[in-house]
């Protein structure tokens, strides 16, 4: 398994123009958050959980994939994903089950959408395409940048 300094190494190749990376610290946390209250919306049996049920297990194993590549990496990603699940919970209560979804399709596209467009300015295709782990390694990269500014290591 490569390194966490590896996989950031790689992305950071392909991400160097400043306007995909300013591009990449909105739409890839967005991304993030609307696959999270995507899985939120998936129906629960009556009994067995409490709505967003499946979103934990996605979130336990990206945590577990962050945290072999770093500790300190793995309980940053654990303190995103708690606040991206609050989050998710208080607008699933504000907006309903279908204003939740709709929000998050939109969002959804529209980042996706800025995404191609940042690389499209960057020049390179995205990391993904060559490799699907990079689509979690993204908001690790960014995490990575804000753990670094509070001189924590990763």
């Given at each position: 398994?490569?390194?966490?300094?590896?996989w950031f190494d790689g992305y950071s190749r392909d991400h160097q123009h400043p306007a995909n990376r300013a591009i990449?610290?909105?739409c890839v946390p967005v991304i993030l958050w609307c696959v999270i209250a995507l899985l939120w919306l998936i129906p629960v049996p009556a009994g067995f959980a409490k709505q967003g049920?499946?979103?934990m297990p996605a979130m336990?194993?990206?945590?577990?994939?962050y945290h072999r590549l770093s500790r300190n990496l793995g309980w940053a990603?654990?303190?995103?994903?708690i606040v991206l699940a609050l989050i998710t919970a208080g607008l699933h209560e504000w907006l309903g089950f279908s204003g939740l979804l709709w929000l998050a399709v939109g969002l959804f596209?529209?980042?996706w959408i800025g995404q191609f467009i940042g690389h499209?300015?960057?020049?390179?295709?995205?990391?993904?395409?060559t490799d699907l782990a990079y689509l979690l390694i993204g908001p690790a990269w960014l995490t990575s940048k804000?753990?670094?500014?509070a001189n924590i290591s990763c």
């Open positions: 398994m490569r390194s966490v300094n590896e990449h610290w909105v049920a499946w979103s336990f194993a990206a945590f577990l994939f990603m654990a303190l995103v994903f596209v529209l980042a499209l300015v960057e020049g390179q295709r995205p990391s993904f395409l804000l753990m670094r500014r």
